[in-house]
């Protein structure tokens, strides 16, 4: 296994990860917030015929950032090395008015504290300093008058704006998960009536979400993967379309039709 420890100290920057082994093998890559439980990073599978460099976004970082490469086939296997190199973010020159920004701040904190923060049944609120946005944070998420379980992960409601999460599903999903699911939630809300879309438009939350999620830097393998886990529990035909639109619009988003590239710092660290 390769295991390093990085001093990120909250910086906003990329890990570019060069894993090199004898023939192919199939390696687990994790990047999570040193000795915090359940507050990872980035957690994904890669596959690697002799060399292969893959990159890691932190658009927002720990204060220390631990690395894990292991064979997932056998776990003892040393006969592999990884060399690590920091480099600048690669972000984009989005447009955000105030109220998005004031929702950022309540979102990334939240996403990186949820993973080791209580929840509760009756649900722990999180708010911005002037009470407009709230999150209720519950064990799960459930009716009120039946007790059933739901299994999203979070809804807001369409009249109080509260977005509530479940933290039975936050806890496996990494820090960039978390928050592309909370702009999606906003997006409904604050976005969708601004451009003319019904409050409840799944299609134009995912778009808007990704507007933002994408802009600010962060991978869109998280966001492919949570969306696509969503789907499966209801591999429905609005939401086979739903991702359709996401796979293409992140296609589109990354040839820079919706914003330009920023120009960034030549050092990371």
Same mark, same amino acid.
């Given at each position: 296994?390769?295991?390093?420890?990085?001093?990120? &100290?909250?910086?906003?920057? =990329?890990?570019?990860?060069?894993?090199?082994? #004898? +023939?192919? @093998?199939?390696?687990?890559?994790?990047?999570? !917030?040193?000795?915090?439980?359940?507050?990872?990073?980035?957690?994904?599978?890669?596959?690697?015929?002799?060399?292969?460099?893959?990159?890691?976004?932190?658009?927002?970082?720990?204060?220390?950032? =631990?690395?894990?490469?292991?064979?997932?086939?056998?776990?003892? !296997?040393?006969?592999?090395?990884?060399?690590?190199?920091?480099?600048?973010?690669?972000?984009?020159?989005?447009?955000?008015?105030?109220?998005?920004?004031?929702?950022?701040?309540?979102?990334?904190?939240? =996403?990186?504290?949820?993973?080791?923060?209580?929840?509760?049944?009756?649900?722990?609120?999180?708010?911005? !300093?002037? !009470?407009?946005?709230?999150?209720?944070?519950? $064990?799960?998420?459930?009716?009120?008058?039946?007790?059933?379980?739901? &299994?999203?992960?979070?809804?807001? +409601? /369409? $009249?109080? *704006?509260?977005?509530?999460?479940?933290?039975? %599903?936050?806890?496996?999903?990494?820090?960039?998960?978390?928050?592309?699911?909370?702009? /999606? #939630?906003?997006?409904?809300?604050?976005?969708?009536?601004?451009?003319?879309?019904?409050?409840?438009?799944?299609? +134009?939350?995912?778009?808007?979400?990704?507007?933002?999620?994408?802009?600010?830097?962060?991978?869109?393998?998280?966001?492919?993967?949570?969306?696509?886990?969503?789907?499966? @529990?209801?591999?429905? %035909? *609005? &939401?086979?379309?739903?991702?359709?639109?996401?796979?293409?619009?992140?296609?589109?988003?990354?040839?820079?039709?919706?914003?330009?590239?920023?120009?960034?710092? #030549? &050092?990371?660290?």
């Amino acid at each position: 296994m390769f295991s390093q420890v990085y001093d990120s &100290n909250n910086r906003q920057f =990329s890990l570019f990860l060069t894993i090199k082994c #004898e +023939g192919q @093998k199939k390696f687990r890559v994790i990047a999570d !917030d040193f000795g915090k439980q359940n507050s990872q990073y980035a957690n994904r599978d890669v596959l690697v015929n002799g060399k292969k460099t893959i990159f890691l976004s932190f658009p927002v970082s720990p204060k220390k950032v =631990s690395v894990e490469v292991f064979n997932i086939a056998d776990s003892t !296997d040393k006969n592999f090395t990884v060399s690590v190199e920091a480099k600048p973010l690669k972000s984009y020159n989005i447009w955000m008015d105030n109220e998005t920004k004031d929702f950022l701040t309540l979102a990334i904190n939240f =996403s990186q504290r949820a993973g080791f923060e209580s929840a509760s049944d009756s649900g722990v609120l999180w708010k911005t !300093d002037d !009470d407009k946005f709230r999150i209720k944070f519950y $064990n799960r998420i459930t009716d009120v008058k039946t007790g059933k379980v739901y &299994n999203t992960p979070a809804r807001i +409601g /369409h $009249n109080s *704006g509260i977005i509530e999460v479940a933290k039975a %599903k936050f806890d496996n999903y990494t820090i960039p998960m978390r928050l592309i699911i909370l702009l /999606h #939630e906003f997006s409904h809300k604050y976005k969708n009536p601004k451009i003319g879309l019904e409050i409840s438009n799944e299609i +134009g939350a995912d778009v808007n979400a990704l507007y933002i999620y994408l802009g600010l830097g962060f991978s869109k393998i998280d966001a492919i993967c949570v969306f696509a886990n969503v789907f499966l @529990k209801a591999q429905t %035909k *609005g &939401n086979v379309e739903r991702m359709r639109k996401i796979m293409e619009y992140i296609q589109r988003f990354e040839n820079g039709e919706f914003a330009k590239k920023n120009a960034v710092p #030549e &050092n990371a660290f």
